[in-house]
């Protein structure tokens, strides 16, 4: 029996003349929480859609749980849940009607399906929401009640599609609770998620996925390390002097700098924290005058900066990720 919950091999997915997904290989162990970090359109949502069976692979092969996702769809279906990035109940209806609804359709009878849907309302935080139509449930609310609703039954393995996207810090919190929890229960989580900070308190590896193609893997420290120790931020005191503040950090930490979109800010990804100190002496000496500065670990957008070249936030949406589907046969 393979320790692996998913692999895959040159998974491919085309729409028309895009290739949304461009031979990806994964190997994610059972247990734990796999992160796949990556921008709108980057292909996440498509390989996440591929591994449930709602769309079929154009090209290579992926076992899930053991099964072909292929020859096998039915027995995979009923061993996984997803979770996408949009709740997925009936707004009409209350959180608690939601829930007797699925339990229902899993098979639970008359006070069965009532008895888990409270026991799933409780440990959701949620048994005063109930008797109240979805509609008007806060975003982390609704978060919350849509995974309730995929593990009416526990599942082997879960797929979390961005899961905390728009979420408040205390919403995030929660979910990411829900996600612990779910793992200490035994259940494998594959997440999707365009935070850094996300994939750190939860994922044990991660892939990093652009353009339809696995572009890094390893652990968040594996990753952080790949691209420099620190993440230097500077804020000059006067903008006309930020190009001499870059050319003087740049020669002191043999870095390049990335100038912001705030015409006061710049900033280096460094190798050696330690030589940041001196560095801004430099600039000090040479009369330019700093008003705030920050050192730290490198950000989501500087790890895929390194790797691609581009920022996150310069990488427009796919609309085919979310507005092309198939039935599943």
Do not use: C
């Amino acid at each position: 029996m393979s320790d692996l919950a998913i692999e895959t091999s040159g998974l491919v997915k085309i729409f028309g003349e895009h290739r949304a997904v461009d031979g990806v290989d994964l190997q994610v162990p059972s247990g734990g929480v796999y992160g796949v970090l990556g921008p709108n359109g980057a292909g996440k949502t498509t390989v996440i859609r591929m591994l449930a069976t709602l769309l079929k692979p154009d090209g290579g092969s992926a076992r899930v749980l053991g099964h072909d996702v292929v020859a096998e769809a039915g027995t995979v279906r009923s061993r996984v849940a997803m979770t996408g990035q949009f709740a997925s109940l009936d707004e009409d209806l209350t959180g608690l009607e939601n829930l007797v609804m699925l339990a229902r359709l899993y098979g639970f009878r008359g006070t069965a399906a009532r008895d888990r849907a409270a026991q799933l309302l409780d440990a959701f935080d949620l048994t005063e929401a109930g008797p109240r139509q979805v509609k008007s449930y806060s975003g982390g609310m609704r978060r919350r009640i849509d995974i309730a609703g995929s593990i009416v039954v526990r599942p082997d393995l879960m797929f979390l599609d961005e899961p905390t996207t728009g979420l408040d810090p205390r919403s995030r919190n929660q979910v990411w609770d829900i996600v612990r929890a779910l793992v200490g229960a035994g259940t494998t989580v594959l997440l999707t998620t365009q935070y850094l900070d996300e994939a750190d308190q939860l994922a044990d590896r991660i892939a990093v996925i652009d353009r339809g193609k696995v572009i890094a893997e390893g652990t968040t420290g594996e990753l952080k390390a790949s691209v420099g120790s620190g993440s230097l931020r500077v804020r000059v005191a006067d903008s006309a002097d930020r190009e001499t503040a870059a050319s003087l950090l740049a020669q002191a930490l043999d870095a390049e700098p990335v100038l912001e979109s705030d015409p006061y800010a710049l900033g280096f990804t460094v190798s050696d924290p330690g030589v940041v100190p001196a560095a801004l002496v430099r600039v000090r000496d040479h009369g330019v005058a700093i008003s705030e500065f920050s050192l730290g670990q490198p950000s989501l957008d500087e790890v895929f900066l390194a790797l691609t070249g581009e920022h996150v936030a310069d990488v427009e949406p796919d609309e085919s990720e979310h507005n092309r589907g198939e039935v599943p046969a």
